[in-house]
């Protein structure tokens, strides 16, 4: 089976500028999450989808994050205006029933300059 | 909102030595779950805990759950430089959630 895939693996942009991440679930999975990970702190929830709903988005910091799941499949999460404080690695995990166990992807490190 | 509070932040060893990391929150929890992150990788599911006083080996690692729920641990027995990452514990954020607080974690050294 494959794991859960996430691309770009490193992104640097400028601030001001808009990055768009993408995750690819495990296939089956309706439970997908986005995660970040800022310089030396804990691993942040963002939001979790349930197909292509968002069950809960409490963990977004602001307005300038959007995530979509169009048709329950992949998600992409979209930044714009990026802002230093942006800067970390996102990780997308799935699962297949809401509260079983996270299969994560290897991450997107952003960088925002 | 919850916070799991997890210790140390760093610990080295010598290899052959045993480890442990902590886990606490100050609220009764449903389930702890136990991760690893390897360096340069992502986090990986070792462990769900439910029970009060739980307690599940694998091979060198012992997870524990406390009485209470309030807390748990990650033993490691007799270290070997496989075991170098950063270990984290992770809790749903309140009842009937999906949302996990994630500890700070505890990022293993191992002195070969």
């Known amino acids: 089976e494959a794991g859960v895939t996430q691309f770009p693996s490193h992104s640097v942009i400028e601030k001001g500028q808009t990055v768009t991440l993408r995750c690819d679930p495990i296939s089956g999975h309706d439970n997908l999450y986005w995660y970040r990970r800022v310089m030396g702190k804990e691993i942040k929830f963002l939001l979790h989808f349930v197909k292509e709903s968002k069950q809960d988005e409490s963990g977004m910091p602001n307005n300038r994050f959007l995530a979509e799941r169009t048709g329950g499949t992949y998600s992409t999460l979209k930044v714009q205006p990026a802002e230093l404080e942006d800067s970390g690695v996102y990780f997308c995990?799935?699962?297949?029933?809401?509260?079983?166990?996270?299969?994560f992807g290897n991450g997107t490190r952003l960088t925002v300059t | 909102g919850q916070q799991v509070m997890q210790i140390p932040q760093y610990q080295h060893v010598q290899e052959g030595e045993d480890f442990t990391t902590y886990c606490n929150s100050s609220?009764?929890?449903?389930?702890i779950q136990w991760y690893k992150q390897r360096p340069g990788g992502h986090p990986v599911f070792l462990i769900q805990?439910?029970?009060?006083?739980e307690v599940k080996k694998q091979k060198r690692l012992t997870f524990q759950f406390g009485e209470a729920k309030k807390n748990s641990s990650l033993h490691i027995t007799a270290t070997q430089t496989t075991d170098v990452g950063t270990y984290f514990c992770?809790?749903?954020?309140?009842?009937?959630?999906?949302?996990?607080?994630f500890g700070k974690g505890t990022k293993l050294s191992v002195i070969p």
């Open positions: 805990l439910v029970k009060s006083g």
């Open positions: 609220t009764t929890l449903s389930n």
């Open positions: 992770a809790a749903p954020s309140g009842a009937g959630s999906y949302q996990l607080t």
């Open positions: 995990a799935s699962s297949l029933t809401g509260g079983s166990p996270l299969h």
